[in-house]
């Protein structure tokens, strides 16, 4: 499933840079995630990189509204980074 930022961000600016999938921006008045765009960095790392920079514990959670298996998740970033060879 893709991850959600919670109100308990603090807009520390950390985990927007490490997205390897470019889908973290900043939202309304804090950061949010693209649905359409995470990938729970399935096909980059082992594990989701914005939980692991965030420096506030639970603040990226997984979205219950937006759960994905792991085969979902490998198409959506087949999709974001190979659709051109295709
Ligand atoms: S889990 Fe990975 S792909 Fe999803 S928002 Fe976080 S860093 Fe980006
Ligand atoms: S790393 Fe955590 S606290 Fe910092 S901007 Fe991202 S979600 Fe917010």
């Keep these: 499933m893709a991850l959600l930022i919670t109100k308990k961000c603090i807009n520390c600016d950390m985990c927007e840079p490490e997205c390897p999938n ?5 939202g309304d008045s804090i950061y949010q995630i693209n ?3 995470c990938t729970e960095c399935v096909g980059h790392y082992e594990t989701p990189t914005c939980q692991k920079v965030c420096p506030i514990p639970n603040t990226i959670i997984s979205d219950p509204a937006h759960q994905e298996n792991e ?3 490998w198409d959506k970033f087949v999709q974001l980074h190979h659709a051109h060879k295709l």
């Design 22 to 26: 470019e889908a973290i921006s900043m």
């Design 71 to 73: 085969e979902q998740l």
């Design 35 to 37: 649905t359409d765009r």
